[in-house]
Nanobody
Framework: QLQLVESGGGLVQPGGSLRLSCAASGLPLAYFAIGWFRQAPGKEREGVLCISSSGGSRTYADSVKGRFTISRDNAKNTVYLQMNSLKPEDTALYSC????????????????WGQGTQVTVSS
């Protein structure tokens, strides 16, 4: 069974950067698409970006275009979310999730989830 663990969250000032990691164990990450989702207090879960098993990426949140990128290192069984030019509205619990091969917009199409890592953007 695939298990996911996120890391890299924290407190950062507006305009700063963070790199989140999603480390997989149990199964080879190479067979899975990985999506990053976020949920702020009082708001619905939102898809951010996804990377397919073949390396193609999709951006689901318009607000992160040009600022966030996603990448994967199958040798390290890890997917990364690079977040630049962070804004206070990016504050949320960020979670990664896996599904076979292809990305999907809807969070309920992902079968494996990590516990999340908190990102807080504040001065």
């Amino acid at each position: 069974q695939l298990q996911l663990v996120e890391s890299g969250g924290g407190l950062v000032q507006p305009g700063g950067s963070l790199r989140l990691s999603c480390a997989a164990s149990g199964l080879p990450l190479a067979y899975f698409a990985i999506g990053w989702f976020r949920q702020a207090p009082g708001k619905e879960r939102e898809g951010v970006l996804c990377i397919s098993s073949s390396g193609g990426s999709r951006t689901y949140a318009d607000s992160v275009k040009g600022r966030f990128t996603i990448s994967r290192d199958n040798a390290k069984n890890t997917v990364y979310l690079q977040m630049n030019s962070l804004k206070p509205e990016d504050t949320a619990l960020y979670s990664c999730a896996a599904r076979p091969n292809k990305c999907a917009f809807d969070w309920d199409r992902y079968s494996s989830w990590g516990q999340g890592t908190q990102v807080t953007v504040s001065s």
